[in-house]
């Protein structure tokens, strides 16, 4: 048995936000909405709307910036570039290659994940293998979305729910002696799953190949809600049981910022303080793929994330999809 380890460890984080913040009441003038009504519901009070220029791309390429100088890299060292996004700017190419030109990563080949608000966890499942398997060096992971250019604005029950945004971590591969192995930084274990018997409680009613049409998201949300609980709550404990964790040894959780509602029940369902929830949602709204790594560097950056803090992340969206990984910060 080799004593040595190899992990993905996190060299740096970044996130990016549109200009135009929009709040409740802001919808309330477009929608028969209210503060009041979202507030209690979602626990969302504002998100950020992409405009004239700003695209998924964009936003892509000025989180990336931000993690690749957080990890005091420069693009030529980045290798891998995995983009998950359920809103690219094209059909084809790839966001994720329109980023890797844009930020001038020349080294590096580049694709994008398609998982929906899972998507993140795919991606750093994604890179995570590649590096383990000598691909590259150093990974870009990258969750970017401008959801509001697919939303119905007429339908109250959704477009309240989503807003617009990106977040990346760079990823190193780095060898750690096998006695460090409880203290040692980097992606500890990630699980991935796929239901797609539940396609018609999330989805999006077109496509290349269907309607020739990008088309609009539909959802049925209290059915969403009783899976959301239920699976990330499974997935959560199976990430721990792989592990050898406990709940209790686990400093923060990073949830994919979809509803308060959601955030609290899987809490209590884990017995996890809720305090000990990294919670975005009142201020970004659901960002989808870009919501776990947003909610991750608003974390670091504000200084409850700290190196050697044991942080889950998990997330699930359409398909449905739903992951969970376990990191050393």
Same mark, same amino acid.
């Not at 998924?56 to 980045?78: C, F, P, Q, Y």
């Not at 998507?119 to 750093?124: D, E, P, R, S």
């Not at 339908?155 to 990823?171: I, K, N, Q, S, Y």
């Given at each position: $048995?080799?004593?040595?380890?190899?992990?993905?460890?996190?060299?740096?984080?970044?996130?990016?936000?549109?200009?135009?913040?929009?709040?409740?009441?802001?919808?309330?003038? +477009?929608?028969?909405?209210?503060?009041?009504?979202? =507030?209690?519901?979602?626990?969302?009070? +504002?998100? /950020?709307?992409?405009?004239?220029?700003?695209?998924?791309?964009?936003?892509?390429?000025?989180?990336?910036?931000?993690?690749?100088?957080?990890?005091?890299?420069?693009?030529?060292?980045?290798?891998?570039?995995?983009?998950?996004?359920?809103?690219?700017?094209?059909?084809?190419?790839?966001?994720?290659?329109?980023?890797?030109?844009?930020?001038?990563?020349?080294?590096?080949?580049?694709?994008?994940?398609?998982?929906?608000?899972?998507?993140?966890? /795919? !991606?750093?499942?994604?890179?995570?293998?590649?590096?383990?398997?000598? $691909?590259?060096?150093?990974?870009?992971?990258?969750?970017?979305?401008?959801?509001?250019?697919?939303?119905?604005?007429?339908?109250?029950?959704?477009?309240?729910?989503?807003?617009?945004? !990106?977040?990346? $971590?760079?990823?190193?591969?780095?060898?750690?002696?096998?006695?460090?192995?409880?203290?040692?930084?980097?992606?500890?274990?990630?699980?991935?799953?796929?239901?797609?018997?539940? &396609?018609?409680?999330?989805?999006?009613?077109?496509?290349?190949?269907?309607? +020739?049409?990008?088309?609009?998201?539909?959802?049925?949300?209290?059915?969403?809600?009783?899976?959301?609980?239920? &699976?990330?709550?499974? #997935?959560?404990?199976?990430?721990?049981?792989?592990?050898? /964790?406990?709940?209790?040894?686990?400093?923060?959780?990073?949830?994919?910022?979809?509803?308060?509602?959601?955030?609290?029940?899987?809490?209590?369902?884990?017995?996890?303080?809720?305090?000990?929830? =990294?919670?975005? #949602?009142?201020?970004?709204?659901?960002?989808?793929?870009?919501?776990?790594?947003?909610? /991750?560097?608003?974390?670091?950056?504000?200084?409850?994330? +700290?190196?050697?803090?044991?942080v889950m992340l998990e997330a699930m969206g359409g398909g449905f999809t739903w992951g969970a990984s376990l990191l050393r910060a």
């Open positions: $048995m080799s004593d040595m380890i190899r992990r993905s460890v996190v060299l740096g984080s970044g996130s990016a936000l549109p200009k135009r913040c929009v709040t409740n009441a802001d919808l309330a003038e +477009q929608v028969e909405t209210s503060d009041d009504w979202i =507030v209690e519901r979602t626990g969302i009070r +504002q998100r /950020y709307i992409a405009g004239e220029g700003e695209t998924t791309s964009t936003l892509a390429g000025d989180a990336s910036r931000k993690a690749i100088e957080a990890a005091g890299l420069t693009a030529d060292d980045i290798d891998i570039i995995v983009l998950a996004t359920a809103t690219p700017d094209q059909t084809f190419p790839s966001t994720a290659s329109k980023v890797q030109h844009d930020l001038g990563c020349k080294n590096a080949f580049a694709f994008d994940v398609a998982a929906v608000c899972s998507g993140f966890l /795919y !991606a750093l499942g994604a890179a995570d293998s590649l590096l383990h398997r000598g $691909m590259g060096k150093r990974a870009l992971v990258i969750g970017a979305e401008t959801f509001s250019r697919i939303l119905d604005w007429e339908d109250r029950t959704t477009c309240v729910l989503f807003g617009d945004g !990106a977040g990346a $971590m760079v990823l190193e591969l780095q060898e750690f002696p096998a006695s460090e192995a409880a203290t040692a930084r980097g992606v500890i274990e990630t699980k991935l799953h796929t239901d797609g018997e539940h &396609n018609c409680l999330l989805y999006v009613d077109g496509g290349p190949s269907t309607t +020739q049409t990008v088309g609009k998201l539909r959802m049925k949300g209290r059915e969403v809600f009783r899976h959301a609980v239920v &699976n990330l709550a499974n #997935v959560l404990t199976e990430v721990l049981e792989g592990t050898g /964790y406990e709940a209790s040894q686990i400093d923060w959780v990073v949830p994919h910022q979809a509803n308060a509602r959601i955030l609290d029940a899987t809490a209590k369902k884990l017995g996890l303080p809720t305090e000990r929830m =990294v919670k975005t #949602v009142e201020m970004h709204a659901n960002t989808s793929a870009a919501s776990v790594p947003l909610a /991750y560097d608003v974390a670091v950056r504000d200084g409850r994330i +700290q190196p050697g803090d044991l």
